[in-house]
């Protein structure tokens, strides 16, 4: 009788299902505004958003976490 080993599977703790966040949000998020997020990402300094359906976009949380975490500081 041959045995056949199955290999584990990773904790479901590790996958993370991909949260998107819409424009509004990343406003209240970000403190920056839509014409200020739209110039950013022309000039590629911010997150690109993701399509959701045919006329609506959203952004990664963790792309936006990870843009907010690389920023400068200020320090007074």
Do not use: C, N
């Not at 990773?10 to 949260?19: E, G, K, N, R, S």
């Not at 403190?31 to 022309?42: K, P, Q, V």
């Amino acid at each position: 009788m041959s045995q056949t080993q199955t290999q584990p599977k990773p904790p479901a703790a590790d996958v993370q299902p991909a949260v998107f966040v819409r424009m509004a949000a990343v406003v209240r998020m970000t403190g920056l505004g839509r014409s200020t997020i739209y110039r950013l990402m022309a000039e590629d300094k911010f997150p690109s958003p993701v399509r959701l359906a045919k006329r609506a976009v959203a952004w990664r949380r963790i792309d936006l976490e990870q843009w907010s975490a690389g920023r400068p500081t200020v320090s007074h």
